[in-house]
């Protein structure tokens, strides 16, 4: 499904669109010479905007929890990558260990839970769900909507303190579907022997969205001078904050003069393209996700008239944790709809390859908000065609798989920067 897009398919975009679809072979060389300087995150979800006249990731999220939206048949994909990705941490693997959130009421959450047990046996792994809930001293069954069951235990470290694993199971490999918004446990720190992944600097604890967005610049600047394409078509400007307290007028004037500057930069850039549309930035916090900490700004005044509610919003992200740290983001309208209802693309990937996706849709939303909100839905992406396979034949803009390798090239730029990001981040740098 490719759904409608409101805006003339005659804009930059087309030309954007010709423009990698004739440089495929040279374009997929060249992230085969990128993989071999970088390692992928075991895996990656990159949500996408389309706007018609530039198409950019505005979120990587490398724990991601929606693996139970892809399509069906798309799984024997996601288990061929799956299967790659073991191999190259533990290829005589036996165990996984699969460590989900907390927030075992979410029944959409444990269905991905459950579709990334299915997809891991499939690779020939015996799973099992260590939890890091606190107060869980012995195994508990959950029933899952589709009639199927899971079980979830507490963890334990080996006798020597050296491994992580379940009474009786000693996994080779520790995966983490749970992103570390409240802090890094010690029950994981320190292990030895084995595999954790993703690793700790990749949760939300010590990661930040800006060191995402420096990295995505960097690479995004190199693809785009081999495809002959202006950045800005691929990339969406921003402006770290830092630490910001909106509670005293100072931390008001400071978030203001960085919304003010970055909207400026993007009217010369609309002004370059003949882009009638509204600018608008979205101010959100540097670490989190969830959709949590994120509004929409047209004006660099609508900052100082912050409601308190629109405040509290604003410094609450998950688990309740205050929100200290800011980023302002270039908005990327949405002007793809699925029965009249704005959506945006969702690219999931396991290790360098694309595994599918979906279609985020908002019926309340605008084409200038945040769709990741109560009251979405989704829509898998019917990659009726392999992904990597565009029809080289057809006009831009009218084949699905033409768009969705569209989807899939700057998805993976997105991965590539997460990549380069942690390798950047690593606290402990030697070990690459």
């Given at each position: 499904?490719?759904?409608?897009?409101?805006?003339a398919?005659?804009?930059?975009?087309?030309?954007?669109e010709?423009k990698?679809?004739?440089?495929?072979p040279?374009?997929?060389?060249?992230?085969?010479?990128?993989?071999?300087?970088?390692?992928?995150?075991?895996?990656?979800?990159?949500?996408?905007?389309?706007?018609?006249?530039?198409?950019?990731?505005?979120?990587t999220?490398?724990?991601?929890?929606?693996?139970?939206?892809?399509?069906?048949?798309?799984?024997?994909?996601?288990?061929?990558a799956?299967?790659?990705?073991i191999?190259?941490?533990?290829?005589?693997?036996?165990?996984?260990?699969?460590?989900?959130?907390?927030?075992?009421?979410?029944s959409?959450?444990?269905?991905?839970i459950?579709?990334?047990?299915?997809?891991?046996?499939?690779?020939?792994?015996?799973?099992?769900?260590?939890?890091?809930?606190p107060?869980?001293?012995?195994?508990?069954?959950?029933?899952?909507?589709?009639?199927?069951?899971?079980?979830?235990?507490?963890?334990e470290?080996?006798?020597?303190?050296?491994?992580?694993?379940?009474?009786?199971?000693?996994?080779?490999?520790?995966?983490?579907?749970?992103?570390?918004?409240?802090?890094?446990?010690?029950?994981?720190?320190?292990?030895?022997?084995?595999s954790l992944?993703?690793?700790?600097?990749?949760?939300w604890?010590?990661?930040?969205?800006?060191?995402?967005?420096?990295?995505?610049?960097?690479?995004?600047?190199?693809?785009?001078?081999?495809?002959?394409?202006?950045?800005?078509?691929?990339?969406?400007?921003?402006?770290?904050?830092?630490e910001v307290?909106?509670?005293?007028?100072?931390?008001?004037?400071?978030?203001?003069?960085?919304?003010?500057?970055?909207?400026?930069?993007?009217?010369?850039?609309?002004?370059?393209?003949?882009?009638?549309?509204?600018?608008?930035?979205?101010?959100k916090?540097?670490?989190?996700?969830?959709?949590?900490?994120?509004?929409?700004?047209?004006?660099?005044s609508?900052?100082?008239?912050?409601?308190?509610?629109?405040?509290?919003?604003l410094?609450?992200?998950?688990?309740?944790?205050?929100?200290?740290?800011?980023?302002?983001?270039?908005?990327?309208?949405?002007?793809?709809?699925?029965?009249?209802?704005?959506?945006?693309?969702?690219?999931?990937?396991?290790?360098r390859?694309?595994?599918?996706?979906?279609?985020?849709?908002?019926a309340?939303?605008?084409?200038?908000?945040?769709?990741?909100a109560?009251?979405?839905?989704?829509?898998?992406?019917?990659?009726?065609?392999?992904?990597?396979?565009?029809?080289?034949?057809?006009?831009?803009?009218?084949?699905?798989?033409?768009?969705?390798?569209?989807?899939?090239?700057?998805?993976?730029?997105?991965?590539?920067?997460?990549?380069?990001e942690?390798?950047?981040?690593?606290?402990?740098?030697?070990v690459?």
């Open positions: 499904m490719v759904p409608h897009l409101v805006t398919l005659n804009g930059p975009l087309l030309e954007l010709k990698i679809l004739g440089a495929t040279a374009i997929e060389r060249w992230f085969r010479m990128e993989w071999q300087e970088h390692t992928p995150p075991f895996y990656c979800s990159v949500d996408l905007r389309n706007a018609g006249f530039k198409l950019a990731p505005v979120d999220n490398l724990f991601p929890g929606g693996f139970n939206n892809l399509s069906p048949e798309m799984l024997p994909l996601a288990v061929q799956a299967m790659a990705a191999e190259k941490y533990c290829p005589d693997a036996k165990n996984l260990l699969l460590i989900p959130e907390n927030h075992t009421g979410n959409f959450y444990l269905q991905n459950g579709r990334l047990m299915q997809i891991f046996r499939q690779t020939g792994l015996n799973v099992r769900l260590g939890t890091l809930a107060g869980v001293t012995k195994s508990r069954e959950i029933e899952l909507p589709d009639g199927t069951s899971i079980k979830l235990e507490p963890l470290r080996s006798s020597n303190g050296r491994r992580v694993g379940l009474k009786n199971f000693d996994p080779c490999t520790v995966l983490l579907n749970n992103d570390l918004s409240i802090g890094i446990p010690s029950v994981l720190e320190g292990l030895h022997e084995q992944l993703p690793p700790l600097h990749a949760g604890a010590l990661r930040r969205k800006s060191n995402h967005f420096a990295a995505y610049d960097e690479i995004c600047k190199k693809f785009a001078k081999m495809v002959e394409v202006d950045p800005w078509m691929l990339n969406p400007l921003y402006a770290r904050v830092g307290d909106l509670r005293e007028d100072s931390g008001s004037d400071a978030l203001a003069d960085s919304v003010s500057a970055l909207l400026s930069k993007i009217r010369k850039k609309y002004k370059e393209y003949g882009i009638k549309e509204q600018p608008f930035v979205i101010v916090a540097n670490a989190g996700t969830y959709g949590m900490g994120i509004m929409t700004v047209k004006d660099a609508e900052v100082k008239d912050f409601s308190r509610k629109q405040r509290t919003k410094l609450v992200g998950k688990e309740g944790l205050e929100v200290s740290e800011l980023v302002v983001q270039e908005g990327v309208h949405s002007f793809e709809r699925i029965n009249e209802a704005v959506a945006e693309p969702v690219v999931y990937m396991i290790d390859y694309v595994v599918g996706g979906f279609y985020r849709v908002h309340d939303r605008d084409v200038n908000e945040n769709l990741n109560p009251g979405a839905h989704f829509v898998p992406l019917a990659f009726a065609q392999q992904h990597a396979l565009p029809d080289m034949m057809a006009k831009p803009g009218t084949t699905a798989p033409n768009r969705f390798y569209m989807y899939g090239v700057v998805a993976r730029l997105a991965l590539l920067a997460a990549s380069l942690m390798e950047k981040t690593d606290p402990n740098p030697e690459y």
